[in-house]
């Protein structure tokens, strides 16, 4: 009788081989190690199998380990699945504890406190943010906020990090990629990335200067190791690179939108072509130095320029420069002439070359002038206070934001603390803050109960929609969503005199609805205005899954928290979505768009 082969017999890089099948889960690997010593020898920690687990169920971490790197990758599984558990409960936690918050202020710091490995917690919020699109998102609204934070920490110490370097070291673009990482926190945004971009620029200058002389020196020079002394090859260099930049590839200053933050970003300015004069100085300085042209930033005031040095030795006269305006297409100035730009005469001062510290410093001041958006406000002002922690201006701007926001109540009581010791004066403006912090966190301690609002309430009868549906506003042509609504108009009668309600036939005396506009803003409407969307489509707002968890094709579902502030909305919005198809339905009969038999 011939003997009975059995799987164990195998050699030991075959069964690794069949462990490996794609359909085994972590579940069949750890039934099968547990059926006896030979499999269970097979599939130890460190070997292939468990290697394969983990690189399939988590490839995006497979830039973190070398090539045929020894590690415990049994161990590396149970941590990356354990650190997935907590940052899910962890997630799912905050919408019920922080959906009264106006502002998300330090709801994310405990994620630090859990102690796990930063690339686990990323690639788990990651792999929530790109589940399926439609469904589960107020969990994706509360990982995108968390990733952010987590991933501006990370910016924050890195910016650290570069000014701690000696000055000499410190290289304007990666000061300035780093500011717009910081800004961009979710983009992808790397200094390598922001590198090949302007080596391209290079090359492109290169070519030309090939053409008018093919033995220039810079076309044998690698990342500006070497720095020209001839001033008629440095005037090569810098007419190939106009010709280029601003013949070419058609960069130029951006007048008409002066103030839009993207003229600020580096990785924005090269993929629009379009900067201020100080995004455009600092990508034209590095790509002039790549060229071995030696190029010096100049604050001067409200239009940033680079100088020239004309004089063979180190000078400090402002005659001996030429100065370079990188916002009007690389025009070359007279000392005298760089008045003109801003219509009046500066003392000999503003002539001189400032750190690269003093760039990223003015860079971001440019960022904290935008006033359309708190998280610019924020940004900008967490970036200036690491570069210059001890600016009371900024600190005190930066408590009352944080005061004006309601956040952060212990982090204000902090920086007020520091500004009473960097300068008593402030003693009055301290003062306040302190009082109404305090009696902030008293506040916060015992937070109201929310108000629930039922639709069955006698005072409520007039309100005809509900939370969830997807609106029209009939005079202003917008798409929105609603995620609450009052019986009568809350706003001041400043507001109601402002928006001119008066005028609509039912005036305040109507239902109004919070609503989410698809331009990203929110607005307050007036019931008259509104009407279901014939068409249902989801709303690109940022704030929608702070309310609601899913889009289904025809509404929003509110979240567990919306739900309690309006617990008869569901039914409500279910029944008139139901309406309002059977309506179309029938109407489309009517108009022979549809056959009978298909309804």
Not at 120 to 132: G, P, R, T, V, Y
Not at 570 to 586: A, I, N, P, Q, W
Request: hydrophobic share 35%.
């Amino acid at each position: 009788m011939p003997q009975t082969k059995k799987l164990t017999y195998l050699p030991t890089e075959l069964l690794e081989h069949i462990l490996c099948f794609p359909v085994l889960t972590h579940v069949d690997i750890c039934n099968v190690s547990c059926c006896c010593k030979r499999l269970h020898d097979v599939s130890h920690g460190r070997g292939k199998v468990w290697e394969h687990q983990y690189k399939l169920r988590w490839p995006r971490l497979q830039r973190f380990y070398r090539q045929n790197e020894s590690c415990d990758w049994l161990r590396e599984y149970k941590t990356r699945h354990r650190v997935g558990i907590q940052i899910r409960r962890t997630v799912e936690s905050i919408s019920k504890r922080f959906f009264t918050e106006v502002v998300l202020g330090d709801s994310f710091a405990e994620i630090e406190s859990l102690g796990m490995p930063e690339h686990f917690c990323e690639d788990e919020l990651l792999f929530i943010l790109n589940s399926d699109k439609r469904k589960s998102l107020t969990l994706k609204y509360y990982a995108r906020k968390i990733l952010y934070f987590l991933r501006q920490q990370n910016i924050l110490r890195s910016l650290k990090t570069f000014l701690e370097q000696p000055a000499e070291q410190q290289s304007a673009l990666e000061g300035a990629v780093l500011v717009d990482q910081y800004c961009n926190p979710l983009a992808d945004v790397t200094l390598d990335g922001v590198s090949v971009q302007l080596d391209e620029i290079i090359e492109k200058a290169k070519k030309m200067l090939r053409i008018k002389n093919p033995s220039h020196p810079s076309l044998r020079i690698a990342n500006g190791d070497h720095v020209i002394e001839d001033f008629e090859l440095q005037r090569q260099v810098l007419f190939a690179l106009n010709s280029v930049l601003y013949e070419q590839l058609q960069y130029k200053g951006n007048e008409c939108d002066y103030y839009n933050p993207l003229n600020s970003y580096i990785h924005q300015v090269l993929l629009r072509h379009t900067g201020i004069p100080i995004s455009l100085s600092v990508l034209y300085m590095t790509l002039a130095r790549k060229l071995g042209v030696q190029l010096e930033p100049v604050n001067f005031p409200n239009h940033f320029l680079l100088r020239w040095c004309q004089k063979p030795r180190k000078s400090e006269d402002i005659y001996d420069f030429v100065y370079i305006d990188a916002f009007g297409k690389g025009k070359q100035l007279k000392a005298k002439e760089c008045e003109y730009l801003i219509g009046h005469q500066v003392t000999a001062d503003y002539y001189n070359a400032i750190s690269t510290t003093e760039v990223l410093l003015r860079m971001v001041g440019n960022l904290e002038g935008n006033e359309k958006s708190y998280q610019l406000l924020r940004d900008s002002l967490d970036l200036y206070l690491t570069i210059n922690p001890d600016n009371v201006q900024y600190l005190l701007l930066q408590a009352r934001l944080y005061f004006h926001l309601g956040i952060w109540p212990e982090k204000v009581l902090d920086i007020l603390q520091h500004i009473q010791a960097l300068d008593p004066s402030q003693h009055g403006a301290v003062g306040y803050l302190v009082q109404h912090t305090l009696e902030h966190i008293q506040h916060k301690k015992h937070p109201a109960t929310p108000e629930v609002k039922r639709r069955s309430a006698p005072e409520h009868l007039e309100v005809q929609y509900s939370v969830g549906l997807i609106m029209k506003h009939k005079r202003s042509g917008y798409n929105c969503v609603i995620y609450g609504w009052d019986p009568k108009c809350t706003m001041s009668q400043e507001w109601i005199t402002t928006m001119r309600v008066h005028q609509l036939s039912n005036g305040a005396d109507q239902p109004f609805y919070n609503v989410l506009v698809q331009d990203g803003t929110c607005r307050y409407a007036a019931q008259e205005n509104l009407e279901p969307h014939s068409s249902p489509l989801e709303i690109g707002h940022p704030e929608v899954g702070r309310y609601f968890s899913e889009f289904t094709e025809t509404h929003y579902v509110a979240n567990e928290e919306l739900q309690a502030r309006y617990p008869e909305d569901t039914g409500e919005t279910l029944d008139t979505v139901r309406h309002f198809t059977v309506s179309f339905v029938l109407f489309c009969i009517e108009l022979k768009l549809v056959p009978v038999c298909g309804f």
